[in-house]
Nanobody
Framework: QVQLVESGGGLVQPGGSLRLSCAAS????????MNWYRQAPGKERELVAS????????NYLDSVKGRFTISRDNTKNTVYLQMNSLKPEDTAVYYC??????????WGQGTQVTVYS
């Protein structure tokens, strides 16, 4: 069973940092690109960051470039999102995602990130 479990969300003041983790199971993690999405209230879900299977290629939403870093540890089947210099507009539910070849998009349950002043 393909499963993604996020953790690490929380409350933080502007300028603060959080590190999200996504533990994957049920598939060959090291052979899949992984993604982080977010969805703010009343807005569509948007792609925040992506990382290739071996970790050599990453891509970011323009508004988070230079502040967020996606990484992965294929020995732990885990993908991370380090978020620095957080802003109120980063407030959202963050989702881990994989496009699994036999099932399509698979999503975690999401983790809430709230940036407040």
């Amino acid at each position: 069973q393909v499963q993604l479990v996020e953790s690490g969300g929380g409350l933080v003041q502007p300028g603060g940092s959080l590190r999200l983790s996504c533990a994957a199971s049920g598939f060959a993690f090291s052979t899949y690109a992984m993604n982080w999405y977010r969805q703010a209230p009343g807005k569509e879900r948007e792609l925040v960051a992506s990382i290739a299977s071996a970790g050599g290629f990453t891509n970011y939403l323009d508004s988070v470039k230079g502040r967020f870093t996606i990484s992965r540890d294929n020995t732990k089947n885990t993908v991370y999102l380090q978020m620095n210099s957080l802003k109120p507009e980063d407030t959202a539910v963050y989702y881990c995602n994989v496009y699994y070849r036999w099932k399509g998009d698979v999503w975690g349950q999401g983790t809430q990130v709230t940036v407040y002043s």
